[in-house]
């Protein structure tokens, strides 16, 4: 199917000090509802998102929820249309089928905004993280290049001026690949999701987040693998606990001209 469009030209009216009113048209980042369906059988949950690269977010986000262990497992991805929104049906192998049924549905619909909500138990989200690896190396002076540049690569931000973007740039600092939605987590689901599609892995680069660096956050760069994740926002103390049980590298408050280290400095190559 053709997807939504991802904004809406919208009419308003411009108000400026010491100028008169006028007309004019702004662009509005669209959110539609977005059911996920496992296996033509079980709604898992709806969530709000930006209708973009939606292959991509089912990807990451079965990977991230933890609803299949390796990105093998996620056999086929189909967009279908669904009043209002649109439906995602998500073929997965039998056992993680079989697993996910026995842990249930979320409970309630996934706001824009959202990353836990939905589960009706805080134990629900308590489990093992993986160790990300230790060999990964980052110079400062890539991590300032990829801040400096990322603005230039949020096509539907330079729109809008609301949505979050998740970037991968390489170890030079040359963004690759760029996500935007109007719900962080979907931004970083939907990068994950691209890099997975692709074969690609998290060890040969590092990631940039637009928003804060918060408690979900911290679980989905870790369960894909990021060692170095660079936040233009401040962190959260559980989300710094996260990194700290990964060994995960985290500079946030992040600018080209400056960047707070939290933890894991031995990945950082100061130039």
């Not at 209002?84 to 056992?95: P, Q, S």
């Not at 308590?126 to 990322?150: I, K, N, T």
């Amino acid at each position: 199917m053709t997807a939504p469009a991802a904004f809406t030209a919208v009419p308003c009216t411009r108000i400026r000090t010491g100028c008169p009113a006028e007309a004019a048209t702004r662009d509005i980042a669209e959110e539609i509802p977005v059911n996920i369906v496992f296996n033509e059988l079980y709604p898992y949950a709806v969530m709000m998102a930006s209708p973009c690269d939606l292959e991509d977010f089912a990807r990451g986000f079965a990977l991230t929820e933890r609803i299949v262990m390796t990105p093998d497992s996620i056999r086929d991805v189909s967009v279908r249309p669904a009043e209002d929104g649109v439906e995602l049906h998500v073929r997965i192998d039998g056992a993680d089928l079989s697993r996910l049924m026995q842990r249930g549905r979320r409970a309630m619909t996934g706001r824009t905004g959202c990353g836990i909500c939905g589960v009706d138990r805080i134990e629900a989200r308590e489990h093992a993280l993986p160790q990300v690896a230790a060999d990964v190396r980052v110079r400062l002076g890539a991590v300032r290049r990829a801040l400096d540049d990322l603005a230039e690569h949020q096509s539907l931000n330079a729109r809008t001026h609301m949505v979050h973007a998740a970037a991968w740039a390489s170890q030079m600092g040359r963004i690759e690949l760029v996500r935007e939605d109007v719900g962080r987590h979907n931004a970083l689901d939907k990068l994950i999701g691209a890099r997975l599609r692709t074969g690609a892995g998290f060890t040969d680069g590092f990631c940039v987040l637009t928003s804060r660096y918060s408690f979900e956050m911290a679980e989905k760069t870790a369960i894909a693998g990021m060692a170095v994740v660079v936040a233009i926002s401040a962190p959260t103390a559980r989300a710094l606990r996260v990194a700290a049980e990964t060994g995960q590298t985290v500079l946030a408050i992040a600018r080209p001209d400056g960047q707070v280290l939290f933890g894991g400095a031995e990945r950082i190559v100061m130039d």
